[in-house]
């Protein structure tokens, strides 16, 4: 048993590049896990500077300075903050007000039509099926209004962490941005000289990421800004909470898209019933989920990352549970991550008896 240990641990570990990335990747992941809660604020602003950071480079290649660039595409980036903050969310926070005050009738509207379903199918369903139906539903919307209000109880911290996002995010983007050099030359400071794994590895990610983050925000702003333009044309209530669901829905692959399904259908039905109007939106937002999945997300992610579908699950699985929405966020390029080490990760094949 030692002996295949030591054997292992040869064919793996025999090269002193990939022990130091090894010891890097678990540091990285070990502040992460028992840090990220108080980093949260550096690692947000990390994520969008370096989304921003192909604009600053796009500007910096049409000849313009450095801290012009990075002026410029601050300039737009809190532009679109302060229209966020000051349009859109007070829209959200309306309508999600509106959706909370129509709830008791529309499970009113739904207990009646259960109740008429075992006169119409008798042989499907119960009456005594109906009636648990009806307590299991109220038990659970009674347990979300005790979220609801302990939520809104504790809204005085949530307001507060809100407004430290709000004032120190912008600044470390600023930073960052006017700042990469020093800081990635302060960072490679602290590596080994001999460094052409860790390299070949960050290159190879910088790239990948770089397509994927940028092009998911790029995907999310388009579903949710076509759906909400379908949405409110056609008349539908709370279009706006929806297109939100709808955008953030394209982060978790396959699942997603089913999830965010039910409340648009729900709302409508309870909107229309079983109308033309219905059958309208339902078509509607099916095309738009076809030209999402057909013709976006090839446009978007040409350069996609190789991965089986099983993987993707276990990596949202896995990472979401570690980190909620971030880490199903970064699922695929953490599980990209993992892929691109174990392809350049130095390995000696084992000797053959008698060479």
Known sequence: MVKVLRDWLHRYFSDEQAVVLAVLLILGFAVILTLGGMLAPVLTGLVLAFLMQGLVNALERWRLPQLAAVWLVFALFMSL?????????????????????????????????????????????????????????????????????????ASLPLLIGIMVYVVLVPILVFFFLKDRQVIGAWLRGYLPRERALITQVAQEMNQQIANYIRGKFIEILICGGVTYVAFAALGLNYAALLALAVGLSVVVPYIGAVVVTVPVALIALFQWGLSDQFLYLMVVYGVIQALDGNVLVPLLFSEAVNLHPVAIICAVLLFGGLWGFWGVFFAIPLATLFKAVLSAWPRREPQVAGE
């Open 81 to 153: 903050l302060g229209l966020f903050l000051l349009v859109l969310m007070p829209l959200l926070w309306r309508q999600l007000s509106n959706l909370f005050n129509e709830l008791p009738r529309m499970l009113g509207e739904w207990q009646a039509l259960f109740l008429l379903l075992p006169e119409r199918y008798p042989n499907l369903i119960s009456d005594a099926q109906v009636l648990q139906l009806i307590e299991t539903v109220r038990g659970e919307l009674g347990q979300f209004g005790q979220w609801a209000l302990s939520f809104s109880l």
